[in-house]
């Protein structure tokens, strides 16, 4: 039995309860700075993924499987929340899980904020690198444990990698705040262990919720950096499309950060989409049409095979 995760608290207060799950060797210190202002005025926790700090997997000999890890957060969500339901904010990987945990605890959940996600392993016919280098024969887990290490090993190094997840280079948007909060998930990094990480990713490289998706009967919002360079934001909108409640916003020139990209819209749509529902991001967007400047929607439409609204941002 894989043991639950313990969480990282943004806020005990009283009011919103919130799950957050980061992406792919992050850690739940990325929240900190990046979490939506919604999400601390209440209740609100951060898990890490399996096999990056604080979880480390140790000698447990639970072989992970979809079954144990969505178990392992359901036990953490029942454990700090008295068995009330939340909203879940997944971000890449993190939205993946989030995905799974409404598919199979849907008692747990409210509604779910994705941001960057996936819903299968292989997006489209296209893998991760990390999936290639893992399924080489002999030196995968080695090889891949070189390159994690390599490139958390300093600062530099793990700023330049990052760099590869956000569209505008010159990252306008990055402060001494951000930069101290990307040295915590540095040194989180640092305290885990690569072959839980490697086989974490082995399991996620297998794992897909395609065929699951019209099951997920929650409300969902999905935002997409329409400059997505690690998820191709077409996977995000067939995701979308599969969801029977789910409403895309399309976020133009950002990429697969927009928490961080596009702090203030993503701030203001998922506090619109816990305090308002669907219909509230709907309306939100009608009324900007006829506003100028700030984030405006180029387009607004319903895709009635699916119920899915999609707002396109500029």
Known sequence: MLRSPEPTWLSENPGTRTVLIHGMVMAPAFWRCFAPSIAITGRAAAYPLPGHSPWILGNDATPLTTEVIVDAYAQAIERDFDGEPVTLIGHSTGGFLSLLIAR????????????????????????????????????????????????????????????????????????????????????????????????????????????????????????????????????????????????????????????????????????????????????????QKNRSGGAKPVFSRKNEASGTNMTAMR
């Open 104 to 287: 199979h605890r849907p008692d747990l959940v409210d509604r779910v904020v994705l941001m960057g996600a996936f819903a299968c392993g292989r997006f489209e016919g296209q893998e991760r690198m990390a999936s290639r280098i893992l399924r080489l024969p002999w030196l995968g887990r080695l090889l891949f444990s070189r390159l994690f290490t390599r490139w958390i090993a300093t600062k530099e190094t793990f700023r330049w990698g990052s760099l590869e997840c956000v569209f505008d280079k010159t990252v306008r948007w990055e402060t001494e705040e951000t930069q101290a909060t990307m040295e915590a998930v540095r040194a989180h990094l640092l305290a885990s262990r690569p072959h839980e990480i490697a086989a974490f990713v082995v399991w996620m490289s297998r794992t897909s919720i395609v065929p699951e998706l019209p099951r997920i009967d929650v409300p969902v919002l999905n935002i997409i950096g329409a400059g997505d360079r690690v998820v191709p934001p077409i996977h995000q909108i067939h995701l979308a499309a599969a969801l029977p409640r789910c409403h895309t916003v399309i976020l133009n020139a950002i990429g697969h950060l927009p928490m961080a990209e596009a702090r203030g819209v993503v701030d203001r749509l998922i506090s619109d989409f816990i305090l308002l529902g669907p219909h509230g991001l709907s309306s939100r967007a009608a009324a």
